[in-house]
């Protein structure tokens, strides 16, 4: 499969069409909105849980960097439960035949269309890394007009986009093009990894998991 992403944008002074605002982010420069308190306190400590707790954590923590963190501090508070996750998390994070523009691109969609801060801010770092245009993550923020991208990337942020939009439906005309390019097991592993990331986004955003210091922000944007 041919890595994608590798065109940017037309850009006009700066600007990505549609969007109407400059292509430019300082860290520092843009805080995140004030949030509610946290509402249930991470698990931080491995030396309290039981046996089955301890496995769970570990489980989570193996192929981490030996952290729990993130949505997963709190998930531990049901040890099955984010072993389980973090189990489907792993087959998401390297296992899809997604390339790591596309999943990553998949990924930060997701967040905006759930309005996960931490998603977001957690993704948007690694998308660029790999390939994802900056001003292609300027269109997916603030929900811009995706006619100046590249078709694939049209294809993939109108997928993300109608699937979790009111309809929670995608269009033949969406589905179709972008089945013929990816095919039939791609396009499953499309699914489950946008299903996944909005399960994750919903106990962030349940919980009220706050992003973390100095992450990018996601730009507020009327619905």
Same mark, same amino acid.
């Given at each position: 499969?041919?890595?994608? &992403? ?6 006009? =002074? ?9 292509? %430019? ?6 805080? $995140?909105?004030?949030? @509610? ?11 309290? @849980?039981?046996? /089955?707790?301890?496995?769970? !954590? #570990? ?5 981490? +960097? ?5 949505? $997963?501090?709190?998930?531990?508070? %049901?040890? *099955?439960?984010?072993?389980?996750? *973090?189990?489907?998390? #792993?087959?998401?994070? $390297? ?5 790591? /523009? ?14 996960? #801060?931490?998603? !977001? ?14 001003a292609t993550v300027e269109v997916v923020a =603030? ?14 942020? =109108?997928?993300?986009?109608? &699937? &979790? +939009?009111?309809?929670?439906?995608? %269009?033949?005309?969406? $589905? =179709?093009?972008?089945?013929?390019? &990816?095919? #039939? ?15 994750? +986004?919903?106990a962030l955003n349940s919980f ?16």
């Amino acid at each position: 499969m041919t890595l994608i &992403l590798a065109d940017s944008p037309r850009q006009v =002074n700066g600007q990505v069409p549609g969007l109407g605002h400059p292509l %430019s982010y300082t860290p520092g420069s843009v805080r $995140f909105p004030r949030r @509610l308190p946290m509402r249930i306190q991470p698990v931080t400590d491995r030396e309290p @849980l039981d046996a /089955a707790g301890k496995q769970a !954590w #570990d489980a989570v923590a193996e192929r981490r +960097g030996g952290r729990v963190g993130g949505p $997963f501090g709190v998930l531990m508070h %049901s040890p *099955a439960a984010a072993e389980r996750v *973090a189990r489907v998390g #792993d087959h998401v994070r $390297f296992d899809l035949a997604l390339t790591p /523009a596309e999943r990553e691109l998949a990924i930060i969609c997701t967040a905006r269309e759930y309005d996960v #801060d931490v998603e !977001w801010a957690g993704h948007v770092r690694i998308a660029l890394e790999v390939g994802v245009p900056e001003a292609t993550v300027e269109v997916v923020a =603030n929900r811009g007009d995706v006619s100046g991208l590249t078709a694939h990337e049209q294809q993939i942020i =109108n997928y993300v986009r109608e &699937l &979790l +939009g009111p309809k929670r439906r995608v %269009s033949e005309a969406t $589905f =179709n093009p972008l089945h013929a390019r &990816l095919g #039939d097991r791609t396009m499953v592993d499309l699914a489950t990894l946008v299903g996944y990331y909005g399960m994750i +986004g919903c106990a962030l955003n349940s919980f009220e998991v706050p992003p973390p210091a100095g992450g990018r922000p996601l730009p507020r944007i009327a619905r």
